[in-house]
């Protein structure tokens, strides 16, 4: 074979996670690995919106400081994107700049961190330089907090908001034991129409103390049967900690989050999401005092508990699309196999790019509870290996130090 | 000085804290060093609500791991209580009623865990016992998350919550420069009358990645100056991120987050707090697309990233109480004081109870910016050596382990 010589080319794009720039440090690491096939890893900023402006980090130019501590710093390093590209036999603009910028650059490697639509970026740039024979081999790296990817057994990201989220919940739940008549306390945990996010929520009813309602997109939502669990477990426990899905929707599909026409006194629509409007109605309707618990992004930046498995599989995908790329291999994103199921372990794979976009992932059935309101041992045993280990953060002065990427 | 012989009693009181349960620890441990004074400690379920229903737990039952675990655990291991004793001279029934448990068990010395209002509770005790000449030893445990006993240079659990947000609110500006074109990202911290709490999220902006404007229940806030410093901030970095006290209140006094009588479609009137508010007045006033953070209990209960600072403080100020009453002090509570300027170093004091109950120690002018948006280097000064050094947690499997006291 041919060895080919040239840039590679890696970008990020989507919601961030605690690890993605672990998946960028494995990328920069193994590129040193293989000076034959590969100059310099250029980093695009803002993803594919850094390559059409030519707006570029060089990995050559950074401290070994700022790379190493890319294992440590959630959010996207270098920038990310929501930007999805026309089909080019409809307008192919943008990748003729591409190209002119490719060219100009000779970028032969390409990589894409990202989950869903960054995936279907990817795969329309492969499809688009394989119609006009541009030798460029590009792969797609997975990342995501909401693990919907499909045809891997789980995505990096995942496993340290689990972490982060199963430990915050052990401590909600522990702090509401304080008083002797509680509250219900309603948390809610992101995924538009996965529950993967919110099933791990489980996780700290391992220790003896886990939410005791957990309601996934997967299932749909019904007001009355939720008012019904909470009673029976508050006339049980005088308290009740329940994890929720910001995507629940009801039979209808139609969010409940969804915006009632709800103003404030200034006629303004109120924000506020699905955890905040089922604890006033807990409140009014029930008569049990009740609040709610957002999460917001600290579930998908909590780069200060990440799980060690995590980093090590987010830096090891990365590293695996350097080597399927400089291997000549084309329009593919690395997947991960669990080989075996006695004993962890994870076989990193490649499957078709353009089957991964755009689908999602959702939570097995059979990992729901029968009432719908909890998870299955199933769903435990899949994703207690994913939270196993620490990466401890690099503390200077008790905060952590991220990277500063010039 | 003739050695008074018995038991000692201790409990906890008011809102819970990441290391209350480390004070516990020092008072346990410390305990069981003067076995020539102490036999047991017993600990009230429930603070003093578990001495008035003589409901108690036994420290030399427990196993050795459970007691060393209290060092991990946040909330309230023993659980906690809001109860205001009366005078006595005006409603005499629930002394009489402790002095019968305490003569019961051979109560001698008495150690209660709290804040503002525990140190009430303490003190009316200690000036009971001394009106009755019933000879028991009583100090009072500082702690609050709050920061806001006086005499006292910082109060246990204060540095660990610093800790958190100061992590947290590292990890949510990181994560929020993912993207070219922000949001106004307005997080909602702990802290009704003092701003210590809101003031930590400053700590962040050492690192580099920290809040832009900072609002304290100290100064009256005004939302017409808070949209010109919004915009001031957005203009320049097409993103804000904004720490806000739950307590900020107007020139009147009104708190912000006051109902203005909000209902929803369903007539509830809506809960929803401060951070929500601002958020919604800023993409409706502003046209600047914002969201809020919650971080609710999370905060007081993050055993994950306690300070060691702090634990060892904790540990400490639970041995001291021991000590001091062993030593036949009373009406007291331990205080510390900071030796020296230079080198951090604490010195544990004891402090008049009735002069540290009901008051609040606020957050010093000089410690707060001219434009009362933000603090001063006096501030991050006082808060740094509070939060160094890592307490890691005992991780089984990937979770946290809590102790489960009987």
Redesign the interface.
Known sequence: MVKLKGNLLYG?SG??TAVINASAYGVIDEARKHPDFIDDVIVMR?GI?GALNEDFFYMSQQTEENIELLKH????AF????HKLPDFREDDTHYLRLLYIFKKHNIRYFLYNGGNDSMDTCSKIADYFDHINYECYIIGVPKTIDNDLPFTDHTPGYGSAA?FI???M???S???????NGKV?IVEIMGRHAGWLTASSA??S????GPDLIYLPEIPFSIEKFKKDVIEIYEKKKQCLIAVSEGIANEEGIFISSS???????G?????GVA??L???V???LGIP?????F???Q??????Q?LTDVNEAIEVGRHSVRAAIDKKTNLMVVMHRSSKEEYEIEYKLHALNQCANTEKKVAKSMINSKGNGITKEFLDYV?PL????N??Q?K??????S?IK
Chains 1, 2 share one sequence.
Do not use: C, W
């Not at 391992?206 to 103390?209: A, I, P, T, V």
């Not at 009740?290 to 957002?294: A, K, L, P, T």
């Not at 002065?397 to 991220?402: K, N, S």
């Open positions: 990020q919601g961030p803002h919106q710093t959630p959010g996207s920038g990310s994107v929501r972490k199963a430990n915050t052990m401590e909600i522990y702090d509401m034991l304080a008083y002797p306390t996780i700290a391992l220790s003896g103390f009632s026409g709800l103003k404030d006194a200034f303004h629509f109120q924000l506020g905040s409007k604890a006033t109605t409140s009014a309707d009740s609040r709610s618990v957002e917001g992004s600290t998908r930046a909590a780069s200060h508990i799980s207690l939270i196993q280990g620490e401890l953060p503390y002065d008790g905060i952590q130090q991220f500063k």
